[in-house]
């Protein structure tokens, strides 16, 4: 008799987590499927894919009652919850002056991050947006395993809990901060596709900042600078 096969998902449609669906696919007995747009996670095709668990290592949308009660999601989110539930975690917890955090794997269940976790681990939050994601990518790939690989079963959050605020668009303007130190954290937070950059704006110019380096020995900040006519 052949071994079974074991039918997974992985739901994101960054492009920092291409090598972790093609490091996913080379397991043994496993067949995983990504899929990367709204349109394609229907429970239509869930039922048809028969996955044992949907992993969500980065997503925007609400995901459907439907899809979560009976199928088991489990979704990453950047923060030591319940320390951190809500939107924009990473630029959240760089404002709040914090240099690590935990991703935690959670159950999906019908609140905001309110699921029940099945591991945790940590995460610097040095660099840019574009760095610290990248960074967490090895580190989902090894909670991912050790959730299949160990049979994790989740637990009850415990601990503060602390929410965090979606941020607006509006609130990437820098004009009116003081020091250097949060100019730097705001371009690097901001710094990553899908995300809107920092900006200065004048009467008849935006001009967006990126690729932040703070030189400690002039006291400045050096970064690329687009300039667009309003």
Known sequence: MGNTINNYILLT??????????????RPNELWTRI?????????????????????????YIISKEIFENYRCIVFHMTDLP???????????????????????????????????????????NGTATE???????IIQSLIEKIIDEQIEPKSQVGELVVFKRRKPEESNI?????????????RMLDCEGYPNAFVE??????DFSNAQFNTEQ????????????
């Open 202 to 207: 004048t009467e008849n110019f935006k001009f």
């Open 219 to 230: 006291n400045c900040i050096n970064a690329n600078v687009r300039i667009f006519k309003k």
């Open 36 to 60: 990367s747009s709204k349109e394609d996670f229907n429970i239509e095709k869930i039922k048809l894919l028969n996955p044992i668990k949907i992993f969500i290592p980065h997503w925007s």
């Open 83 to 125: 320390f951190g539930r809500g939107g924009s975690p990473l630029q959240n917890l760089i404002i709040r002056g914090l240099t690590e955090t935990k991703i935690s794997a959670i159950k999906v269940n019908e609140g905001i991050d309110t699921g029940d976790i099945y591991v945790k681990e940590t995460l610097s939050l």
């Open 175 to 187: 004009s009116a901060l003081q020091e250097l130190e949060e100019v730097y954290d705001y371009i």
């Open 13 to 26: 449609s960054k492009s920092w987590h291409n090598n972790l669906f093609e490091y996913l696919q080379t």
């Open 132 to 138: 610290i994601f990248e960074r967490s990518v090895p």
